[in-house]
Nanobody
Framework: QVRLVESGGGSVQAGGSLMLSCAAS????????LGWFRQVPGEQRKFVAS???????????YYADSVKGRSTISRDNAKNTVFLQINNLKLEDTAVYYC?????????????????WGQGTQVTVSS
């Protein structure tokens, strides 16, 4: 069983930056794809970014249009942790952010491709 624990959420002023962390245990993540999704009450969980293991090029990062250009997804395999850096935070970034792991390579934005999920961390952006 893979356990994912998100951290780093909080309240931030619009225009600020935040780094979220997702620590995995029970399985090493080096040969798996990991992603970040976010959800607000009453809405579907939406794709934010993925760090896909594609074998040929090791890892490839993908981003939703809503965060592209101001976000960076990365991982530290030694720490078994994946990160999401978000800059220039906007009010619409307010959501619960979830980390997820997929058990196959080249996983991108399809939520059903991910098999293990964390409990989420709240991000609140204020003006």
């Amino acid at each position: 069983q893979v356990r994912l624990v998100e951290s780093g959420g909080g309240s931030v002023q619009a225009g600020g930056s935040l780094m979220l962390s997702c620590a995995a245990s029970g399985r090493t993540i080096s040969t798996y794809s990991l992603g970040w999704f976010r959800q607000v009450p009453g809405e579907q969980r939406k794709f934010v970014a993925s760090h896909a293991w594609n074998r040929a090029t090791t890892y490839t990062a993908y981003y939703a249009d809503s965060v592209k250009g101001r976000s960076t997804i990365s991982r530290d395999n030694a720490k078994n942790t994946v990160f999401l850096q978000i800059n220039n935070l906007k009010l619409e970034d307010t959501a619960v952010y979830y980390c997820a792991l997929a058990f196959k390579p080249d996983t991108r934005s399809k939520i059903d491709d991910y098999g293990s999920w964390g409990q989420g961390t709240q991000v609140t952006v204020s003006s």
